[in-house]
T-cell receptor, first 115, second 116 residues
């Protein structure tokens, strides 16, 4: 149980375009989803916390207008990188949590390359 | 100040031997949770083990055990009988308090290489 999927797994786009990444909890209802960013050989950096039906809470230094998060249902959250630039190239990984557990379950990640 | 500290950037272990990955944490909250995750080269984060601050016994999950020393604020991961497939990055993480956001703070990670 506790499977989280992410789509796409890998995306290459041109500078200035927008990219949407989906995060789905497949076998449970996620009350909270988290979005992280990971640069090569570094740890995970939390970008935002997303609760179903409410606005995401962004961490300090994360531009909410650049990284749009939508959590429309208990099984789906999306991250849209708007007007992507090469410095946005990174590994984006989501996780999901439901009340009654302490554990976050992670998706497989999305590798974004902006040319 | 670092909330989660992993002082070993890289570790080697011989196959079939045990290895300990260090993690220390810093919090003034009496209620917290400690986690270990494994990240293979493919990138996914695999949950390994959890220890709650009020748990009396050290957590164990198969070959993984957590050496929880509350007074020293350490939560070391012990992997017994190492296998080649254990080669990966290992991250220690902490959830502070009873905050319903359940945010995790991650350490910098330790890269483990299992030698045949």
């Amino acid at each position: 149980g506790a499977v989280v999927s992410q789509h796409p797994s890998r995306v290459i786009c041109k500078s200035g375009t927008s990219v949407k990444i989906e995060c789905r909890s497949l076998d449970f209802q996620a009350t909270t989803m988290f979005w992280y960013r990971q640069f090569p050989k570094q740890s995970l950096m939390l970008m935002a916390t997303s609760n179903e039906g409410s606005k995401a809470t962004y961490e300090q230094g994360v531009e909410k207008d650049k990284f749009l998060i939508n959590h429309a249902s208990l099984t789906l959250s999306t991250l849209t990188v708007t007007s992507a630039h090469p410095e946005d190239s990174s590994f984006y990984i989501c996780s999901a949590h439901w009340s009654g557990t302490d554990t976050q379950y992670f998706g497989p990640g999305t590798r974004l390359t902006v040319l | 100040a670092q909330k989660i500290t992993q002082t070993q950037p890289g570790m080697f272990v011989q196959e079939k031997e045990a290895v300990t990955l260090d993690c220390t944490y810093d919090t003034s909250d009496p209620s917290y949770g400690l986690f270990w995750y494994k990240q293979p080269s493919s990138g996914e984060m695999i949950f390994l083990i959890y220890q709650g601050s009020y748990d009396q016994q050290n957590a164990t999950e198969g070959r993984y055990s957590l050496n929880f020393q509350k007074a020293r604020k350490s939560a070391n991961l012990v992997i017994s009988a190492s296998q080649l497939g254990d080669s990966a990055m290992y991250f220690c993480a902490m959830r502070e308090g009873e905050d319903s956001s359940y945010k995790l703070i991650f350490g910098s990670g330790t890269r483990l290489l299992v030698r045949p």
